[in-house]
Structures are given as C-alpha cells and as structure tokens.
C-alpha cells in the first residue's frame, strides 16, 4: 500500500536558518503530493502541493519538487521565521481503486528559535 | 468565506459512554472526511462521505460511525468509549474528493476519555 515517511522531529532552528524537511513515498500509481501545516491548536491547512513529476509547488517560501526517480518532495524554504513555528505533515494521493484518500505522514515538528 | 466548524471543540467523557462529534464542511463542499490525530499514530482515516453516502472507511472498529445530511453536514459518532479514543478528531471537507483536491480541515474536536 502507499505510504510517506517523513524525517523524525522536532527539528529546532534559528530564525533565518535554512530548512528541508525530507519526505520519501511509496505509491503504486501516479500520485499527487502535498504538504499540510498544523499550527498549535488549529487543524491542518495545505501549504504546497505537486501534482506531476518535475512540478514544484511553492507558497509563503516554502518550496517542494516532485522528484519521481527518488520519490522524494522535500519540503524547503532558505530563511525561516519564529512564526513557522508548526507541525508539517506530508500527504500523498493517488486515486488506486477509485479512491483518492490521502495517506500521511506522521508529520515533522519544527521549532524556531528567535 | 466560513471554513469548516467542528463543534464541540473540547470535551470529556468517562469510558463506556457514548460521543457525536458535528461537523460542518465550506459551503459547496460535498466531501466529509473524518481523521483521528494521535501522538502514537500520527493521522489516521476514519470514513469519508460524499452525497449522504459512505464512500470510503478505514480501519476502525464498528464503534466509529458516522453519516452526512442532505445539507453536507456530517457526525461521527462513537460507541462504548474506551480509554485509547482520547485524541484530536479532524474533519475535513473538499469539492469532489477526488483527484488532487485540497482538502480544509477544521480546527478539531479533542476527546479525552478518562
């Protein structure tokens, strides 16, 4: 079945330090990807999301690459701030079956120190 | 435009009761989906429902349950509480639910069962 693993947190910055968040997939078709963002007490939003090979989504600096030989959509952005603070979970959906349920992952805690 | 309201957003019961969770998906959203957050698991995928209907279930035992209104708007329920369903219950609502749809998620409902 599918799955995405995502590099284990929390992982703790300075402000203005340059950040990847690694996320790896396995999928059995052609799946679109996603990065959500949780941030205390609220539920998750979307942040960027790829839908084909090569594609970069990008938002709020962030940016992720669809990368199908390594079946990776690292999440970066080059300067982060105190309010990035936040959860982010990688998601995957690829419709196998008729269903198009995202599958995610556990998600990677990012802290950042002023 | 509203996003999605879960109601309510904090409560308490004791093992073996009972617990229906509300939730009402952006105006125009057909698609109700369901996710339990835990520390130990990450998110997991209770059920989706699109128009009144079931369309997709994850693993959870029978207790979980749920059904959508004609208006879109959706419950959960669950049956005979157990100490384990304490977490963070997310809804979320998209158009279609297909394809690479985004999905809103609302900002939870948090059980903790003592």
């Known amino acids: 079945g599918d799955s995405v693993t995502q590099m284990e947190g929390p992982v703790t910055l300075s402000e203005e330090a340059f950040l990847t968040i690694n996320c790896t997939y396995t999928?059995?078709?052609?799946?679109?990807l996603f990065w959500y963002v949780q941030y205390p007490g609220e539920g998750l939003q979307l942040l960027l999301k790829a839908t084909k090979a090569d594609d970069k989504g990008s938002n709020k600096g962030f940016e992720a690459t669809y990368r199908k030989e390594t079946t990776s959509f690292h999440l970066e952005k080059g300067s982060v701030q105190v309010s990035d603070s936040a959860v982010y979970f990688c998601?995957?959906?690829?419709?196998?079956?008729?269903?198009?349920?995202?599958?995610f992952g556990r998600g990677t805690s990012l802290i950042v120190h002023p | 435009k509203a996003g999605v309201t879960q109601t309510p957003r904090y409560l308490i019961k004791t093992r073996g009761q009972q617990v229906t969770l509300s939730c009402s998906p952006i105006?125009?959203?057909?698609?109700v989906s369901w996710y339990q957050q835990t520390p130990g698991q990450g998110l997991q995928f209770l059920f989706e429902y699109f128009s009144e209907t079931q369309r997709n279930k994850g693993n959870f035992p029978g207790r979980f349950s749920g059904r959508q209104f004609s208006n879109s708007r959706s419950e959960m329920n669950v049956s005979t509480l157990e100490l384990g369903d304490s977490a963070l219950y997310l809804c979320a609502s998209s158009l279609k639910g297909s394809g690479a749809n985004v999905l809103t998620f609302g900002a939870g409902s948090r059980l903790t069962v003592l």
């Open positions: 999928a059995t078709g052609y799946p679109s």
């Open positions: 105006s125009g959203h057909r698609s």
């Open positions: 998601a995957l959906s690829d419709g196998v079956g008729g269903s198009y349920i995202p599958t």
